[in-house]
Nanobody, 122 residues
Framework: VQLVESGGGLVQPGGSLRLSCTVS????????MSWWRQYPGKERELVAA????????QYSESGAGRFTISRDNHKNILYLQMNNLQPEDTAVYSC????????????????WGQGTQVTVST
């Protein structure tokens, strides 16, 4: 099982980034996926989750209207388009695989990547 995030970096407030998560070692097209972020010294928080068929499961309030989660089941890639980034979005962003049940996303232990750093600053 391998999940590799990319696309992070330094961006000015109001800017955009698109994160990618390339997956191997399990059936991506049958698996719900998600993006999480983690601030230093804090627990991970869910940013957005998407079902195996591309159906939206959850968005955090902070990301709604600015972040868009999507997936390409042919390429085994998960995306997170982030627009109008703000300093409070600075964090390490990770993709996590999981299950869809009851209209919600449930992460699976061990199915996450190392993360990519996003820094929003002037």
């Amino acid at each position: 099982v391998q999940l590799v995030e990319s696309g992070g970096g330094l961006v000015q407030p109001g800017g955009s980034l698109r994160l990618s998560c390339t997956v191997s070692g399990f059936s991506f097209s049958d698996t719900a996926m998600s993006w999480w972020r983690q601030y230093p010294g804090k627990e991970r928080e869910l940013v957005a989750a998407i079902g195996s068929a591309g159906n939206l499961l959850q968005y955090s309030e902070s990301g709604a209207g600015r972040f868009t989660i999507s997936r390409d089941n042919h390429k085994n890639i998960l995306y997170l388009q982030m627009n109008n980034l703000q300093p409070e979005d600075t964090a390490v962003y990770s993709c996590i695989a999981g299950e869809e049940a009851g209209g919600r996303f449930w992460p699976m232990a061990g199915y996450w990547g190392q993360g990519t750093q996003v820094t929003v600053s002037t």
